[in-house]
């Protein structure tokens, strides 16, 4: 999962770099824009939704996601509640949700989440409230007590050569910001932590 935040971008366009992951690999695309308007967040939305062939979440606002017709939302903590918002979206709407302590497994364990994005993995430059990092193991033991089947991604200072450690620690996946957005070409960037996820995944075979 690519995360595109237009205030990372230097005027970069969002569309070609999307574009540029999917064709590396990147299977979603998740829309996190904090200081954007509501309307400029729908706006991009819906031209991501247009232009890229994989599902394309929104950060925060599950109401923008379902304007725009995105295939869903990512929630934090301190959103509206998970099992609050899943009464009023539509059947296959994706919800995933932040988890980074055991306080925070503890309060998810019953929400009808889709998905656990767990985090922040190592250092990151990118969420001033990230947190500090856990590491492989700390993420390892809050994966650990995902409920039985919930698919958990790693977030937070990800990159190619650490991928495959947080596979190894039982993710599906990482969620990347920097390690594609600033990388020179980001398709090759996204292509390489595609690599390392697939190779993770078939080390559990």
Not at 136 to 156: D, H, K, S, T
Request: aromatic content about 4%; some cysteine; hydrophobic content about 50%.
């Amino acid at each position: 999962m690519v995360l595109i935040d237009p205030s990372l971008l230097a005027g970069r366009d969002p569309v070609g770099l999307c574009r540029a992951a999917v064709d590396g690999g990147a299977t979603m695309i998740q829309v996190r824009a904090k200081n954007a308007t509501a309307g400029e967040l729908l706006a991009l939305t819906r031209t991501l939704v247009g232009a890229v062939s994989v599902p394309v979440l929104v950060n925060d606002r599950f109401d923008v996601a379902l304007l725009a017709h995105a295939a869903g939302a990512h929630l934090g903590q301190d959103d509206v509640p998970l099992d609050a918002v899943r009464r009023h979206v539509p059947a296959g709407f994706v919800l995933g949700l932040s988890v980074g302590t055991p306080v925070e497994v503890q309060r998810a364990a019953g929400w009808p989440a889709d998905y656990w994005s767990i985090g922040p993995c190592f250092a990151t430059a990118t969420k001033a409230d990230a947190g500090a990092p856990l590491g492989v193991a700390g993420f390892e033991a809050l994966a650990r007590l995902a409920p039985a089947g919930m698919p958990v991604i790693g977030i937070g200072g990800v990159k190619a050569d650490t991928a495959g450690a947080i596979v190894d620690a039982g993710a599906v996946g990482v969620a990347v910001i920097q390690a594609v957005l600033e990388a020179p070409d980001p398709r090759v960037a996204a292509n390489n932590l595609s690599r390392a996820v697939q190779d993770g995944l078939r080390r559990r075979v």
